[in-house]
């Protein structure tokens, strides 16, 4: 099936149930993400920026959860950058990266955008719509991955599935597509990923750039501004990661995170939650040191002190230091006040990183971490390698997904909103319009419960 006709004529419908289920989940988890982000500094100041030079004009997109309106570039932008603040969402090992956090606030500015001109989307043309984004999205990483030797930011890529899920959307034919793909990949920010690792920043993972550079890809197309062809779509070199689109799903393939915390952390932060559940004897009052043994790119992660919350998830000390004094870690423990808590980085500066060889050795392939604690009494106890819950093999059951989403979600939304929208997204696949849905996402939240 050719990229076109795939973006096309493919229907919600028509995917396995496995991977329809898994859509609807990702789109929960992450408006979970970007409820648990609203309030954050990052996202304050992007909403601010949007409002202030991208005003709303012909287009006009209302904000996630604040309901003002701003052009869809500036939607992009602040949804993208809202999303990629705490690090909750969820990811995909081929490409290095992540879709979700740039093609569902791309996709829900679209829509809004086209709302607001008098049309009606229906739930299974917006959830159509997403599927498509994120599986086109994946597959341009893979792409990306297997033809560049950097590792670049996931907005590198994740704009190109911008452009398929606004293809769909907006009825382009095929000549606008692909220059629409062309400039969407020709501006996408190829970002140096490692540079953000070890220099944190509210740069991040270039969500909102993406976001931005496939919404101005379509605008562009539209336009008349030519820009084909997309070299991570159409050169022979990347045929494998196209080839047998519509039958085998990137998607499947995705991991989810537990914690709004880096990846190459998530391993610890399982390990620790084991150990927790087996000796309730840990606490933070009895812990005298913590190793943490992990493969290199973890280890690099350290942070034992963050100065601000892009530091403290890019870590592994800090947030494995709050899993253990808080018992949880959620967007309040590693944003905000927490950050400085003394209780927190007492722990934190006992906790020992440390470069295991066996486990680098099996990097990228698994993402596996070994943790040991010594109590004040003497006791010691060691984690087995344990790789990180969420992956495919390890997945996250739906109690789990929706215990995340109210963690996250409750920062900010009330306890009837949360529910609402999870009823909400659960119904588009029969619902003849997604105004329900988007009713609860672009107002201002009321005060939490």
Known sequence: ??????????????????????????????????????????????????????????????????????????????????????????????????????????????VDACRQQGRAISGEELLSALCIGYETALRAGAALMATAPEYHASGSFSGLGVVCAGTRLLGLDEATFRHALGIAEYFGPRCPMMRLVDHPSMLRDAHGAGAHAGLNALLLAQAGVTGAPAETVETTAVAAQWHDLGQRWEIDAQYFKPWPVCRWAQPALTAMTALLAEHPQISGQAVEHIQVETFHESMRLQGHTPANADEAQYALAFPLAALVVRGQVGPLEVTGEAIHAADILAISQRIEIVEADDLSARFPGEILSRVTVLLKDGQRFTSPITAAKGDPATAMTQAEFRAKFHLLAGVSLSEPQRLAIEQAIAELPTSASCEALFDLLFNAPAATQ
């Open 1 to 110: 099936m050719s990229l076109y006709s795939f973006v096309r004529d493919f229907t919600f419908s028509q995917a396995p149930a496995h991977t329809r289920e898994l859509l609807q989940t990702c789109l929960l988890d992450i408006l979970g993400v970007a409820a648990g982000a609203r309030d954050n500094q990052t996202s304050q100041i992007l909403r601010q920026y949007a409002l202030n030079h991208h005003p709303a004009g012909n287009l006009a997109s209302r904000l996630l959860f604040d309901g003002r309106a701003v052009h869809p570039l500036g939607a992009g932008w602040a949804g993208g950058f809202c999303v990629d603040s705490l690090d909750a969402h969820e990811g995909h090992f081929t490409s290095k990266g992540h879709a979700g956090a740039t093609v569902v606030p791309a996709v829900l500015a679209l």
